[in-house]
């Protein structure tokens, strides 16, 4: 089993930053993993924001976060990041970290494992 904790997410002022974590542990994790983030808003689906391969060699972003988050990992640590820049309020929503043996440089939800997530609140 692989478990996933994020963390990280808290009230910010739009403009700001804010850097996310998603530990990753388990017997059966490996730094092979594939990981992702996502986030879903109140009343909408959840949402694909970036994916990261394993050795953090490729990545790839939603068309719309592109340039303003960026996705990274430390395989030492077993812990993938999302740095948030220039905030805005619709980004508020609860952003769940996801990983999977595959990495696909395409959007999708089809990922084995899910963390419980983080809430994340832009203030105007």
Do not use: H
Not at 72 to 94: C, F, G, H, I, W
Request: proline fraction near 2%; include cysteine.
């Amino acid at each position: 089993q692989v478990q996933l904790v994020e963390s990280g997410g808290r009230l910010v002022q739009a403009g700001g930053s804010l850097r996310l974590s998603c530990a990753a542990s388990g017997r059966t994790f490996s730094s092979n993993y594939a990981m992702a983030w996502f986030r879903q808003a109140p009343g909408k689906e959840r949402k694909f924001v970036a994916t990261i391969n394993w050795s953090g060699g490729n990545t790839y972003y939603a068309d719309s976060l592109r340039g303003r988050f960026t996705i990274s990992r430390d395989n030492a640590k077993n812990t993938v990041y999302l740095q948030m820049n220039s905030l805005k309020p619709e980004d508020t929503a609860v952003y769940y970290c996801a990983a999977d043996r595959l990495y696909r440089n395409y959007a999708t939800v089809d990922y084995s494992y899910w963390g419980q997530g983080t809430q994340v609140t832009v203030s105007s």
